[in-house]
Structures are given as structure tokens and as C-alpha cells.
Nanobody, 124 residues
Framework: VQLQAFGGGLVQAGGSLRLSCAAS????????MGWFRQAPGKEREFVAR????????YYADFVKGRFTISRDNAKNTVYLQMNSLKPEDTAVYYC??????????????????WGQGTLVTVSS
């Protein structure tokens, strides 16, 4: 699986961004997808995940109500819509696909395939 994330940038607090992640390789509609982020000096942390069909999503508490993960299996793409952004959301955001056979994962250790990351900077 090859993943390419894009859509990051600089935004003011309260603003919005939409990240996209294009996948190739393994049949996209057969596996979950996740978004993680890593701020400077911090460990990579789970943000959101979506199951293979898009019917089931799960979010970290700190983004609930503000971020929405979605996918378009026809376009082999997963999205992360980020609204009401806060300065503490500043980080490099990564899309990821889990190890074969893993579903419902929130730990980075259970993901084998990673995009290159896209930087989101939220100014106060």
C-alpha cells in the first residue's frame, strides 16, 4: 500500500482545513484507514479511523465534534475534515493503513503503511 497525504497548511484558530490521502496498491475498499498526528517533541497519537465501508468511524476525544473522517472508495481516498481548529492541533498529520487482518486499531503499532505526512499549523 502506498499512501500520499496532502492538504495541510497554515490556518488561523477557528478555521478549517481538509486533508486528503490517496492510496494505491492493495484494494482500498478492503481495509480500515486511520489518521494520526505528531506534534514537535511529542509521540505520534491517534486522531480518527474509518472502517472499510465508511459506515463506522471512531475519534480521539480531543477531536470529537470538530473533525470528520470520511472515505471515497471509488477514488481510493480518505479525508479528514478539520473544523474549529485550535493552536494545539498544530502537528504533522499522517494517514495510515493497518496491518493485514487488523481492524478497529488506534495504536500506531498496528499500522504498517504510512503516508509522508502533511503539516498543519494553527496560529492563535
Amino acid at each position: 500500500v502506498q499512501l500520499q497525504a496532502f492538504g495541510g497548511g497554515l490556518v488561523q484558530a477557528g478555521g478549517s482545513l481538509r486533508l486528503s490521502c490517496a492510496a494505491s496498491g492493495r484494494t482500498f475498499s478492503t481495509y480500515d484507514m486511520g489518521w494520526f498526528r505528531q506534534a514537535p517533541g511529542k509521540e505520534r497519537e491517534f486522531v480518527a479511523r474509518i472502517n472499510w465501508s465508511g459506515a463506522s468511524t471512531y475519534y480521539a476525544d480531543f477531536v470529537k465534534g470538530r473533525f470528520t473522517i470520511s472515505r471515497d472508495n471509488a477514488k481510493n481516498t480518505v479525508y479528514l475534515q478539520m473544523n474549529s481548529l485550535k493552536p494545539e492541533d498544530t502537528a504533522v498529520y499522517y494517514c495510515a493503513a493497518p496491518k493485514i487482518g487488523y481492524t478497529g486499531s488506534v495504536s500506531p503499532d498496528q499500522y504498517d503503511y504510512w503516508g509522508q505526512g502533511t503539516l498543519v499549523t494553527v496560529s492563535s
